[in-house]
């Protein structure tokens, strides 16, 4: 019955007001503009596991990039409480206790804010579609819709920069290289943030689209649309 | 952690930056909370490799950068584009800052010489912590000082047909481990010369060092020992080397810049220093390595000073001071090397100045002491000088020898005089001199002089006589003023009246900040309305320094060097020592940068600033250094409670 009340509500009930001022925004979003016309947001979830189905976001951190450079004063970061306490294999790796969830804001009252927070924005992640799914399907479950910022995957971008650069053949993935975040920070010689802490994390990956940004944009890439031509490292969802 | 309070939610700063923040200078002084607050504020920017962030005169500087990681050049590129290095920055230093206070455009160019993430902090919240935070202003005044000067002399600069090196940094720089070239190499203090100098050329090396037979360095031999000392003076091939080394070997630690070394090898006039660590020779170094780097240099000109051979070429020499001191201050040299420099310089031209004049003249008739009073006697010369000099001779019991020591030193002291106003060293006004017969008196007289002084009951007397317990040895014998300082400190033991009646003098010359804490300036005369930063703001710290090292037997004459003994002996905290040194030297700087600018402009220098040419900055530099004068007025007050 409780299934089938909430499959009822996702279907019907009208979604959240942070969901439709999300639609309007994207309704129709400009990709021409100059990279420094855009706000990117860059964030990372902490979740309970890696189960789609099962599986919940325990904290969310993100730092807003405006004129292509990082804003401290614009950061978000908070735990969320999920509907199961009880602790996972994850605790250990995030450290983020059941005692501190149970204090923690339920989704639906977070996740608006979070949005709000985004407005604009395009998303920036690592291994973003993992962190896009659990977000919009917390979004579709409590808010009734999802949200539609486009997404920028810096594994992707990675990915397009070592194989741009010419030292491995076009296409061709060599499978030696480990795109892990840490890795990735450590071969572009990156000042390090302390890992499993969403906000260290988005920080972290801030960076590294930063350098990205930066480096691409020497090598003339100056607008978001020539950046999603160039690069088969765009995902528009 | 859940706060729903949206604005804190949003303003998170990550560990990392916090954490950063607190172990660079000098964001660590401040707490937590208003380091949390800086970091809210911060914007984090990545620029690669060659990314030009300022272009001198062009760039207005909206933040402040601190480098989190990468590094930076600075350099200034002249009318006709050539490029001199000015530094290098990397993690933890920061650039903008001067503009920023100065509210200038960038004074110098930047360019990122690999990829660099920094924390830009923004001007606004930059220009309010400065203002806020005492210890934060202090920073920055005080690095502030030191860069302030450079850019006092960018205009200069630029008709500067000087021309200017990378290698002129490397003076206040460069480690004395970073020039040594190769290991010592070592030679038996028995081994006959031949084989020394075979070495030598073998190695292409110009000295060894000697060991003894129990393998202690015992001296070392040089190319010049060998040409002087045994081809020169036809000794043979065989001689030990032991009969023509210098002993023992000068050294110097490795981690000593090479302003150190310089200033080492002019006091002790050689060329040659070994370099220590841990009390183990790792090499030798020579005034040619250092020169090297340098250039046109002090050096330079001190060789020039020795190898006079007529005391009228020493005249256009003396002019060539400021030229280098102006070299040093555009450097960033501190105020207190700076002296040291000038001190040192014109020490040798009064050394060739006089050694030349007994030349002439013929020895005296007793042994004497050439004495230096005031600020040359304190080693705090500045541009011009006034002389401030006396004579001290040896006691005798044979009339004849005296009026004949009288007839000598007459003549000499009004020679030394002309040749030295000639190289352009005013007279005294006070005319506290050796061509003043008053001043110029044998020893028992002068401990008379001095004992009068001490005892005297009359306290005028003793204010005039203040620069006198100043003095230092200048040339001849340095004996007789050795035992005229362990004379006075013994008589101040017991007799300290004289003290009380400084002190009170002192107390009298109120600090130069009104009770609202605006400047006091002078209301009449031709300096109406404008600050005397010596006799205002330094005289006070030179007299605390003076009186309390008199009371405490220290016989320092420097006042950073008294401070600083002060403190070593407990007589004062360490902490008031180097606020008051900082004082010090601060305003020594601004009083640098004044002169050098009136010598610029064709006009005397003088002591008198214009608070309503200073920056606010400035402004507050100065009162924080005229607060700590307020400090050691109360100290006077509680050492003197008769007052």
């Known amino acids: ?237 | 952690m859940s706060i729903n309070d949206k604005n804190s939610v949003h303003s998170v700063s990550p560990e990392v930056v916090l954490t950063f923040l607190k172990k660079t200078i000098p964001f660590n002084e401040l707490d937590d909370s208003t380091l949390r607050d800086i970091a809210r504020h911060i914007i984090i920017d990545f620029f690669p490799k060659g990314t030009v962030l300022f272009k001198q005169d062009e760039t207005e500087v909206e933040y402040l950068y601190i480098i989190q990681k990468g590094g930076m050049k600075i350099y200034l590129k002249d009318e006709e584009g050539g490029i001199t290095l000015k530094d290098f920055r990397g993690e933890g230093a920061y650039i903008g800052a001067l503009p920023i206070i100065q509210g200038t455009r960038a004074n110098l160019n930047v360019e990122t010489v690999e990829d660099t993430f920094c924390f830009l902090l923004p001007k606004k919240i930059f220009l309010d912590l400065v203002q806020s935070n005492s210890r934060i202003t202090q920073y920055f005044l005080k690095s502030f000082s030191e860069k302030f000067i450079r850019t006092a002399y960018r205009e200069l600069r630029h008709r500067n047909m000087v021309p200017r090196t990378e290698g002129t940094l490397f003076l206040f720089s460069a480690k004395v481990r970073d020039i040594v070239r190769r290991e010592p190499e070592f030679i038996g203090e028995d081994r006959p010369v031949q084989e020394a100098a075979r070495r030598m050329a073998d190695l292409h090396i110009g000295s060894l060092l000697v060991k003894s037979a129990d393998g202690q360095v015992a001296g070392i031999v040089t190319d010049k020992d060998l040409r002087t000392k045994i081809v020169a003076a036809g000794r043979g091939l065989d001689t030990p080397v032991r009969d023509i080394m210098a002993s023992p070997v000068h050294t110097i630690p490795d981690s000593a810049v090479c302003f150190d070394a310089l200033l080492t090898m002019m006091k002790q006039q050689i060329h040659h220093l070994a370099v220590e660590h841990d009390g183990e020779i790792r090499g030798i170094i020579t005034a040619h390595d250092i020169m090297v780097l340098q250039g046109s240099s002090p050096l330079y000109l001190f060789r020039e000073i020795v190898a006079q051979r007529r005391i009228e070429g020493l005249y256009p020499l003396s002019q060539k001071v400021p030229l280098v001191v102006r070299t040093l201050i555009e450097e960033g040299a501190k105020a207190n090397n700076i002296t040291r420099m000038i001190t040192i310089l014109n020490d040798h031209i009064l050394d060739r100045l006089l050694t030349l004049l007994i030349d002439e003249m013929g020895p005296p008739p007793l042994p004497f002491s050439w004495l230096l009073m005031g600020s040359e006697g304190r080693k705090e010369q500045t541009f011009r000088t006034d002389q401030d000099n006396a004579i001290v001779y040896e006691d005798s019991d044979d009339p004849e020898l005296n009026r004949e020591a009288e007839k000598y030193f007459e003549k000499f002291g009004q020679s030394a005089i002309d040749h030295l106003e000639n190289c352009g060293y005013p007279r005294c006004p006070g005319d506290i001199m050796a061509s003043n017969p008053k001043w110029r008196q044998p020893f028992s007289q002068w401990q008379g002089y001095f004992d009068h002084w001490i005892d005297s009951p009359e306290p005028k007397e003793v204010l005039h006589a203040s620069i006198f317990f100043d003095f230092r040895h200048g040339f001849g014998d340095s004996s007789m003023p050795d035992k005229l300082r362990e004379h006075i400190i013994r008589r101040s033991e017991r007799q300290q009246i004289y003290l009380l009646h400084m002190a009170r003098d002192y107390l009298g010359q109120r600090v130069p900040l009104s009770f609202f804490r605006n400047f006091i300036v002078e209301k009449n005369g031709e300096h109406k309305n404008k600050l005397d930063i010596k006799h205002k703001g330094l005289t006070p710290i030179i007299n605390f320094a003076r009186i309390l090292s008199l009371k405490n037997g220290i016989k320092e004459t420097n006042t950073i060097s008294r401070l600083h003994a002060l403190a070593d002996h407990g007589h004062i905290t360490g902490e008031l020592c180097s606020t008051a040194c900082d004082a010090y030297e601060l305003q020594m700087q601004m009083r640098f940068v004044h002169q050098l600018k009136q010598l610029e402009n064709g006009v005397q220098p003088d002591n008198y600033i214009d608070p309503g040419q200073l920056s606010d900055l400035e402004k507050q530099m100065l009162k924080d250094a005229f607060a700590v004068i307020e400090r050691l007025h109360a100290i006077l007050k509680s050492m003197f409670p008769a007052i």
């Open chain 1, 1 to 237: 019955m409780k299934v089938f009340r909430e499959l009822w509500g996702s279907l019907f009930r009208k979604p959240h007001p942070a969901i439709l001022r999300n639609r309007e925004i994207f309704q129709d979003f400009d990709q021409s503009l100059p990279l420094s016309h855009y706000d990117f947001v860059v964030f990372d979830t902490e979740l309970t596991g890696l189960n789609k189905r099962k599986d919940e976001i325990v904290s969310i951190g993100a730092v807003r990039i405006r004129n292509l450079h990082i804003e401290l004063s614009s950061s978000f970061y908070e735990l969320i409480r999920p509907v199961t306490l009880e602790s996972t294999d994850s605790t250990l790796i995030h450290r983020i206790t059941p005692d501190q969830l149970r204090n923690a804001r339920p989704p639906e009252e977070v996740l608006p804010d979070f949005i709000d927070f985004c407005g604009n924005a395009l998303l920036v992640g690592h291994f973003v579609g993992i962190d896009m799914t659990f977000l919009n399907r917390t979004c579709k479950k409590t808010l009734g819709g999802h949200i539609l910022n486009p997404s920028v995957d810096t594994m992707r971008l990675a990915r397009g920069y070592i194989e741009g650069r010419g030292v491995y053949s076009y296409g061709h993935t060599d499978q030696s290289i480990s795109y892990r975040l840490e890795d990735l920070s450590s071969r572009f010689d990156l000042p390090r943030f302390k890992p499993h802490n969403a906000l260290e994390d988005a920080m972290q990956t801030a960076y590294l689209f930063l350098f990205f940004l930066k480096k691409l944009k020497k090598g003339g890439i100056k607008t978001l649309k020539q950046l999603y031509q160039a690069g088969r490292i765009w995902r528009l969802m």
